[in-house]
Protein backbone atom coordinates (compact mmCIF):
# COMPACT_ATOMS: atom_id res chain seq x y z
CA UNK A 1 0.00 0.00 0.00
CA UNK A 2 1.46 3.50 -1.13
CA UNK A 3 2.62 6.08 1.77
CA UNK A 4 1.63 9.26 1.68
CA UNK A 5 5.10 10.22 -0.06
CA UNK A 6 4.04 8.43 -2.85
CA UNK A 7 0.96 9.98 -3.49
CA UNK A 8 1.97 13.10 -3.12
CA UNK A 9 4.94 12.80 -5.71
CA UNK A 10 2.22 11.08 -8.30
CA UNK A 11 -0.07 14.55 -7.82
CA UNK A 12 2.58 16.44 -7.80
CA UNK A 13 3.11 14.65 -11.24
CA UNK A 14 -0.43 14.82 -12.70
CA UNK A 15 -0.22 18.12 -11.54
CA UNK A 16 2.71 19.05 -14.12
CA UNK A 17 1.06 16.95 -16.57
CA UNK A 18 -1.71 19.09 -15.94
CA UNK A 19 -0.45 22.08 -16.44
CA UNK A 20 1.37 21.06 -19.19
CA UNK A 21 -1.41 19.94 -20.95
CA UNK A 22 -2.95 23.22 -19.88
CA UNK A 23 -0.18 24.98 -20.92
CA UNK A 24 -0.10 23.30 -24.61
CA UNK A 25 -4.28 23.61 -24.54
CA UNK A 26 -4.11 27.46 -23.80
CA UNK A 27 -1.29 28.09 -27.18
CA UNK A 28 -3.76 25.71 -29.50
CA UNK A 29 -6.84 28.09 -28.32
CA UNK A 30 -4.22 30.88 -28.89
CA UNK A 31 -3.37 29.61 -32.68
CA UNK A 32 -7.09 28.64 -33.31
CA UNK A 33 -8.55 32.46 -32.36
CA UNK A 34 -5.31 33.54 -34.30
CA UNK A 35 -6.11 31.47 -37.72
CA UNK A 36 -9.81 32.36 -36.77
CA UNK A 37 -9.21 35.87 -37.11
CA UNK A 38 -6.96 35.78 -40.59
CA UNK A 39 -10.11 33.42 -42.17
CA UNK A 40 -12.01 36.50 -41.17
CA UNK A 41 -10.30 38.32 -42.52
CA UNK A 42 -9.62 36.71 -45.55
CA UNK A 43 -13.84 36.00 -46.13
CA UNK A 44 -13.47 40.28 -45.91
CA UNK A 45 -10.96 40.48 -48.51
CA UNK A 46 -12.86 38.01 -50.96
CA UNK A 47 -16.20 39.90 -49.94
CA UNK A 48 -14.20 42.98 -51.01
CA UNK A 49 -12.55 41.61 -53.91
CA UNK A 50 -15.26 39.99 -55.08
CA UNK A 51 -17.68 43.66 -54.96
CA UNK A 52 -14.76 45.68 -56.71
CA UNK A 53 -15.00 43.04 -59.47
CA UNK A 54 -18.47 42.91 -59.84
CA UNK A 55 -18.16 47.06 -60.08
CA UNK A 56 -15.75 46.53 -62.85
CA UNK A 57 -18.26 43.86 -64.92
CA UNK A 58 -20.82 46.61 -64.18
CA UNK A 59 -19.02 49.41 -65.41
CA UNK A 60 -17.64 47.15 -68.21
CA UNK A 61 -20.68 46.40 -68.93
CA UNK A 62 -22.23 49.97 -68.79
CA UNK A 63 -19.60 50.77 -71.14
CA UNK A 64 -20.11 48.00 -73.74
CA UNK A 65 -23.65 49.14 -73.68
CA UNK A 66 -22.99 52.53 -74.29
CA UNK A 67 -20.69 51.67 -77.56
CA UNK A 68 -23.46 48.96 -78.67
CA UNK A 69 -26.09 51.73 -78.76
CA UNK A 70 -23.53 54.14 -80.55
CA UNK A 71 -22.58 51.84 -83.23
CA UNK A 72 -26.36 50.86 -84.10
CA UNK A 73 -27.16 54.95 -83.98
CA UNK A 74 -24.29 55.29 -86.66
CA UNK A 75 -25.03 52.14 -88.73
CA UNK A 76 -28.59 52.27 -88.37
CA UNK A 77 -28.70 55.91 -89.61
CA UNK A 78 -26.32 55.45 -92.19
CA UNK A 79 -28.39 52.51 -94.02
CA UNK A 80 -31.37 54.23 -93.31
CA UNK A 81 -29.96 57.45 -94.92
CA UNK A 82 -28.31 56.22 -97.72
CA UNK A 83 -31.24 54.02 -98.71
CA UNK A 84 -34.19 56.25 -98.13
CA UNK A 85 -35.80 53.92 -95.87
CA UNK A 86 -37.20 53.13 -91.97
CA UNK A 87 -37.19 49.07 -92.84
CA UNK A 88 -33.95 48.84 -92.51
CA UNK A 89 -31.91 49.19 -89.33
CA UNK A 90 -28.22 47.62 -87.29
CA UNK A 91 -28.11 45.44 -84.26
CA UNK A 92 -25.45 44.23 -82.07
CA UNK A 93 -25.63 41.39 -80.02
CA UNK A 94 -23.48 41.36 -76.98
CA UNK A 95 -22.10 38.10 -75.26
CA UNK A 96 -19.49 36.63 -74.14
CA UNK A 97 -17.36 33.34 -75.37
CA UNK A 98 -15.01 31.59 -73.08
CA UNK A 99 -14.84 34.64 -70.46
CA UNK A 100 -14.45 37.10 -73.27
CA UNK A 101 -17.19 39.71 -74.74
CA UNK A 102 -18.20 38.83 -78.20
CA UNK A 103 -20.09 40.51 -80.35
CA UNK A 104 -22.39 39.41 -83.44
CA UNK A 105 -23.67 41.94 -85.95
CA UNK A 106 -27.01 41.63 -87.68
CA UNK A 107 -29.08 44.14 -90.47
CA UNK A 108 -32.67 44.28 -89.81
CA UNK A 109 -34.73 43.96 -92.25
CA UNK A 110 -38.84 45.31 -92.00
CA UNK A 111 -40.93 43.35 -94.48
CA UNK A 112 -44.63 44.31 -94.29
CA UNK A 113 -43.99 44.02 -90.68
CA UNK A 114 -42.24 40.79 -90.72
CA UNK A 115 -38.51 41.77 -89.06
CA UNK A 116 -36.12 39.67 -90.49
CA UNK A 117 -32.45 39.56 -89.26
CA UNK A 118 -29.91 38.24 -91.36
CA UNK A 119 -25.31 38.87 -91.24
CA UNK A 120 -24.61 42.06 -93.12
CA UNK A 121 -23.19 40.05 -96.11
CA UNK A 122 -25.95 38.26 -96.81
CA UNK A 123 -28.02 41.34 -96.49
CA UNK A 124 -29.48 42.67 -99.77
CA UNK A 125 -26.22 42.98 -101.76
CA UNK A 126 -22.68 44.10 -101.61
CA UNK A 127 -23.96 47.68 -100.92
CA UNK A 128 -25.14 47.16 -97.53
CA UNK A 129 -22.11 45.94 -96.65
CA UNK A 130 -20.28 48.75 -97.98
CA UNK A 131 -22.72 51.11 -95.91
CA UNK A 132 -22.02 48.87 -92.66
CA UNK A 133 -18.12 49.04 -92.72
CA UNK A 134 -17.78 52.98 -93.00
CA UNK A 135 -20.39 53.34 -90.85
CA UNK A 136 -18.60 51.13 -88.65
CA UNK A 137 -15.39 53.06 -89.06
CA UNK A 138 -16.80 56.07 -88.38
CA UNK A 139 -18.51 54.94 -85.22
CA UNK A 140 -15.16 53.33 -84.06
CA UNK A 141 -13.62 56.54 -84.47
CA UNK A 142 -15.72 58.32 -82.16
CA UNK A 143 -16.40 56.22 -79.83
CA UNK A 144 -15.15 56.61 -75.74
CA UNK A 145 -11.63 55.41 -75.75
CA UNK A 146 -11.41 54.61 -79.21
CA UNK A 147 -12.09 57.93 -80.60
CA UNK A 148 -9.29 59.53 -82.63
CA UNK A 149 -8.53 62.94 -83.82
CA UNK A 150 -7.46 63.49 -87.27
CA UNK A 151 -9.77 62.92 -90.47
CA UNK A 152 -11.67 60.31 -92.19
CA UNK A 153 -9.58 58.66 -94.77
CA UNK A 154 -11.90 56.16 -97.17
CA UNK A 155 -10.33 54.26 -100.14
CA UNK A 156 -13.22 53.57 -102.88
CA UNK A 157 -16.19 54.10 -100.19
CA UNK A 158 -19.30 52.95 -101.20
CA UNK A 159 -17.89 50.83 -104.07
CA UNK A 160 -20.62 47.97 -104.15
CA UNK A 161 -23.43 51.15 -103.66
CA UNK A 162 -25.90 51.13 -106.45
CA UNK A 163 -25.05 54.41 -108.76
CA UNK A 164 -28.85 55.48 -107.68
CA UNK A 165 -27.73 56.38 -104.16
CA UNK A 166 -24.64 57.25 -104.98
CA UNK A 167 -26.31 61.04 -103.94
CA UNK A 168 -27.13 59.69 -101.04
CA UNK A 169 -23.69 58.41 -100.02
CA UNK A 170 -22.15 61.72 -100.90
CA UNK A 171 -25.02 63.40 -98.71
CA UNK A 172 -24.43 61.53 -95.59
CA UNK A 173 -20.64 62.44 -95.91
CA UNK A 174 -21.29 65.66 -96.16
CA UNK A 175 -23.41 65.21 -93.00
CA UNK A 176 -20.49 63.08 -90.98
CA UNK A 177 -17.87 66.28 -91.79
CA UNK A 178 -20.67 68.23 -90.21
CA UNK A 179 -21.43 66.45 -87.10
CA UNK A 180 -17.82 65.44 -86.47
CA UNK A 181 -15.63 68.26 -87.46
CA UNK A 182 -13.61 65.82 -89.69
CA UNK A 183 -11.83 66.37 -92.83
CA UNK A 184 -13.23 63.24 -95.37
CA UNK A 185 -10.38 62.24 -97.74
CA UNK A 186 -11.32 59.78 -99.93
CA UNK A 187 -9.93 57.77 -103.35
CA UNK A 188 -13.31 57.39 -105.50
CA UNK A 189 -14.39 56.66 -109.20
CA UNK A 190 -18.30 57.67 -108.16
CA UNK A 191 -18.76 61.33 -109.77
CA UNK A 192 -21.20 62.05 -106.86
CA UNK A 193 -18.83 61.57 -104.22
CA UNK A 194 -16.18 63.47 -106.29
CA UNK A 195 -18.40 66.33 -106.71
CA UNK A 196 -19.37 66.55 -103.47
CA UNK A 197 -16.06 67.66 -101.88
CA UNK A 198 -15.30 70.72 -101.49
CA UNK A 199 -11.85 70.66 -103.39
CA UNK A 200 -11.66 67.51 -105.88
CA UNK A 201 -8.39 66.09 -107.98
CA UNK A 202 -8.60 63.87 -111.29
CA UNK A 203 -6.05 61.16 -111.32
CA UNK A 204 -5.50 60.25 -114.66
CA UNK A 205 -2.86 57.38 -115.57
CA UNK A 206 -0.97 57.60 -118.71
CA UNK A 207 2.05 56.03 -120.18
CA UNK A 208 2.92 55.00 -116.66
CA UNK A 209 2.67 58.84 -115.75
CA UNK A 210 -0.12 60.35 -113.49
CA UNK A 211 -1.31 63.51 -114.01
CA UNK A 212 -3.08 65.60 -111.62
CA UNK A 213 -5.86 67.82 -112.45
CA UNK A 214 -7.79 69.75 -110.14
CA UNK A 215 -11.86 69.91 -111.14
CA UNK A 216 -14.06 72.49 -110.76
CA UNK A 217 -17.54 71.59 -109.23
CA UNK A 218 -20.60 70.42 -111.36
CA UNK A 219 -17.62 68.79 -113.96
CA UNK A 220 -17.84 65.57 -115.14
CA UNK A 221 -15.28 62.95 -115.61
Avoid at 143 to 156: A, I, N, W
Avoid at 194 to 221: H, N, P
Amino acid sequence: MEDYSQLREKATRFRQIYERRRGQQEHLIEEKRQWQEKVEHLHAEIEDYTKARYLLQEAAAFAREQARQNIEAWVTGALQFVFSTDDIAFRVILSEKNNRPDAEFYVVSNYDGVLVETKPQDARGGGVVDIVSLALRIALMESGKQQTDGPLMLDEPGKHVSEEYGMMLAQFLKGVTQKTKRQVLLVTHNHYLAESGDRSYQVVLQQGISSVTERDRGQMY
